[in-house]
């Protein structure tokens, strides 16, 4: 009986067999995942109830007013990216073409929250970028977070515009080989064949001399980034520029480039993605670093002490208008500082740490959990705690050339949805069964487990604001005192 009453939170597929993208038809409760969708520390109801309890102290468990289903980590595949549409039940489709779907009802009431990465690896950017565009022209109601893929494009395209500040001069090339891809589409479709697009650009060795650091580079950026970044993150940052300037030119060729097609494809990337009138200057346009709804924060790779403080002061608005300021002003500041922390951390010793003390600082603010992607899962959502605030990770691994590299066949598909009744639900095509998660049932959970030594040890380090990281024995959470934030 209780299996078919979380059946019924399964999103409903319209226009296509759900069974045929592998969706499951079945549903579980979300800790019955155990390992596959539950940290250790929360997969028992007197852990989780405590947690939850402890989140609620201050302010109750606020609900988005409509639902909210969050697709991340497309990278590129836009055939995954529509196929995670149809499985979050938000569009049908109308045929079988990238662009051939139609709200459903479910899916005009609610709001798309996209996670970040549409770019990179491939095999479809810019089909991927039309399909969110056809998305909006529905009139969906999306939202669009900054990924470090994303990210990684828009600085680099900007330094091209900023020669001459050894402190971002190697930003281009910083993307690596993964932007190929994209840079292969965009020749492909704009200057392979177009005189015009060659017409101006200067001979090759001026082309790297553009588009690559020089020697002298590897010389000014250690000193004027010596005030704003440690020896280590400096030395750890030279090493990545030389081995990828050593070799973006050779997958350029791979990928049929010369550098002067580089150079020219680059300029028309700047031009269709920064131009006034190019036809995705929407999509950076309209990025947000975090969107809010209820007690749900949804960032592309997580949160950490100095993010926590920003929103308690400012709120998610006023972070977002930091991002938006230093990502177009100081490039440098951005990519190196706290703001992009929220972007590429996976709670590693290198990243900036969320502590006890930002815990308290989200709580405060009346958020209870973090939505975000980034952590690539092969078993569908899974729930983590980090310095015993709830993690959502809403990554199930949807393009392909990812998946290739796993052993794992085609693309994958799936949606993570938040409903207002109090439930969330993860569905993936890599795992049989939906997960449905009811806090509620937890929240109400009144058992003598409550009052276990773990479950109490939650409450007093977020009470007590230490620095203190109950992560498991994976290493999912970075040890005490770990990690430092920049530009202070």
């Not at 300029?267 to 346009?285: I, P």
């Amino acid at each position: 009986m209780r299996g078919d009453r979380l059946e019924r939170h399964i999103p409903r597929v319209r226009g296509v067999n759900g069974a045929r993208l592998g969706l499951p038809v079945a549903a579980e409760a979300w800790l019955d995942g155990a390992g596959h969708s539950v940290a250790r520390e929360c997969e028992s109801a007197a852990a989780m109830a405590s947690v939850l309890s402890t989140a609620c102290r201050g302010a109750p468990l606020c609900w988005p007013k409509r639902p909210v289903l969050f697709i991340s980590d497309a990278h590129a595949d836009a055939r995954a990216f529509v196929a995670s549409l149809v499985a979050g039940g938000g569009v049908a489709r109308s045929g079988p073409g990238i662009g051939d779907f139609v709200l459903t009802e479910e899916g005009g009431n609610s709001v798309f929250v996209i996670g970040g990465d549409c770019l990179d690896k491939g095999p479809s950017n810019l089909e991927l970028l039309r399909a969110i565009a056809r998305l909006r022209g529905l009139g969906a109601r999306v939202k669009l977070l900054a990924g470090n893929h994303d990210m990684r494009l828009l600085m680099g395209l900007r330094s091209l515009e900023r020669r001459g500040n050894p402190l971002t001069d190697h930003l281009f090339v910083r993307m690596g080989s993964k932007a190929v891809p994209l840079l292969h589409e965009v020749h492909s479709e704009h200057v392979l064949g177009n005189a015009r697009a060659m017409r101006d650009v200067p001979d090759t060795a001026e082309c790297r001399r553009r588009l690559l650091p020089g020697e002298d580079w590897f010389e000014s950026f250690p000193r004027l980034a010596a005030p704003h970044l440690g020896a280590a993150a400096i030395d750890k940052e030279l090493a990545r520029v030389r081995e990828k300037a050593d070799t973006f030119e050779a997958h350029c060729a791979r990928a049929g480039l010369s550098p002067r097609q580089v150079y020219a494809t680059a300029l028309c990337a700047r031009r269709l993605f920064l131009g006034d009138s190019g036809e995705f200057a929407w999509f950076f346009g309209d990025m947000q670093l975090a969107w809010r709804s209820g007690s749900f924060l949804f960032v592309h790779a997580g949160l950490d002490d100095e993010i926590a403080g920003l929103i308690r002061r400012r709120g998610v608005a006023g972070l977002n208008r930091q991002y938006r300021e230093t990502a177009s002003r100081d490039l440098f500041r951005f990519y190196f500082g706290p703001l992009a922390n929220t972007l590429r951390t996976k709670y590693r010793r290198e990243d900036l740490p969320l502590t006890g003390r930002g815990v308290a600082q989200a709580y405060r603010s009346g958020l209870h959990f973090v939505v975000h992607g980034h952590r690539s899962r092969q078993r569908g959502q899974r729930l983590a705690l980090r310095s015993g605030m709830l993690h959502l990770e809403g990554d199930v691994t949807l393009d392909r050339n990812s998946r290739y590299r796993l052993g794992l066949e085609g693309h994958g598909a799936g949606a993570t949805i938040i409903r207002p009744d109090g439930r969330i639900v993860g569905v993936s095509t890599d795992y049989p069964r939906a997960k449905v998660f009811e806090p509620a049932v937890y929240l109400n959970h009144r058992t003598a487990q409550i009052h276990e030594t773990k479950p109490q040890e939650f409450s007093s380090r977020i009470a007590a604001g230490r620095r203190q990281y109950p992560g498991d024995a994976r290493g999912d959470c970075p040890g005490p005192g770990q990690g430092k934030t920049q530009f202070q």
